[in-house]
T-cell receptor, first 113, second 114 residues
Framework: NAGVTQTPKFRVLKTGQSMTLLCAQDMNHEYMYWYRQDPGMGLRLIHYSVGEGTTAKGEVPDGYNVSRLKKQNFLLGLESAAPSQTSVYFC????????????FGQGTRLTVV | AQSVTQPDIHITVSEGASLELRCNYS??????LFWYVQSPGQGLQLLLKYFSGDTLVQGIKGFEAEFKRSQSSFNLRKPSVHWSDAAEYFCAVGAGTSYDKVIFGPGTSLSVIP
């Protein structure tokens, strides 16, 4: 049982380049999330999806786009990377209920130079 | 909107000693409360959660937490720390009916001295 898988695990980008982070889950969860983790700031929600074909903005959505074409996949895109987007990105998935447990991927460490 | 604070950025304890990690929240109603652990290079894993009922909740790896409404706190405890407990610990607060309303605290980094 793979759970939540993120690809890639590490990436270095030059300012202005674009990239897509892929998240796949095999637990049939309706909800999926993208967070960024920065020192001293915990996890901040970038975008989320409550079902296939739906997306919504979280706390820090600027500079990112997402798509959920299939229930098991949630893609995070950076169209024009900036140094401020250097961070560790986590994908997670859960059932809809507020008390549900979220399952996290192992993270993607992105450096923008 | 809810908020959550973890007053201790970093804590160091000796192996075998007891542990308490503090978490304070702000929310007008009874929130959902979570503790997650992040081992180095890993994603977050749920330790325990509270959403109703008994205010003392038991979790995995020997951890427990107590919800104290009067103090707006949800502190995490362990009676005897193991070296493998060295990790980052995040308290999270949820409000509302769906998980997208969950907010994470800044985290507490735990070091364990052999």
């Amino acid at each position: 049982n793979a759970g939540v898988t993120q690809t890639p695990k590490f990436r270095v980008l030059k300012t202005g380049q674009s990239m897509t982070l892929l998240c796949a889950q095999d637990m049939n969860h309706e909800y999926m999330y993208w967070y960024r983790q920065d020192p001293g700031m915990g996890l901040r929600l970038i975008h989320y999806s409550v079902g296939e074909g739906t997306t919504a903005k979280g706390e820090v959505p600027d500079g990112y786009n997402v798509s959920r074409l299939k229930k098991q996949n949630f893609l995070l895109g950076l169209e024009s990377a900036a140094p401020s987007q250097t961070s560790v990105y986590f994908c997670a998935s859960s059932y809809p209920e507020g008390q549900a447990e979220a399952f996290f991927g192992q993270g993607t460490r992105l450096t923008v130079v | 909107a809810q908020s959550v604070t973890q007053p201790d950025i970093h804590i160091t304890v000796s192996e075998g000693a007891s542990l308490e990690l503090r978490c304070n929240y702000s929310y007008g109603a009874t929130p959902y409360l979570f503790w997650y652990v992040q081992s180095p290079g890993q994603g977050l894993q749920l330790l325990l959660k509270y959403f109703s009922g008994d205010t003392l909740v038991q979790g995995i790896k020997g951890f427990e937490a107590e919800f104290k409404r009067s103090q707006s706190s949800f502190n995490l405890r362990k009676p005897s720390v193991h070296w493998s407990d060295a990790a980052e610990y995040f308290c999270a607060v949820g409000a509302g009916t769906s998980y997208d309303k969950v907010i994470f605290g800044p985290g507490t980094s735990l070091s364990v001295i052999p």
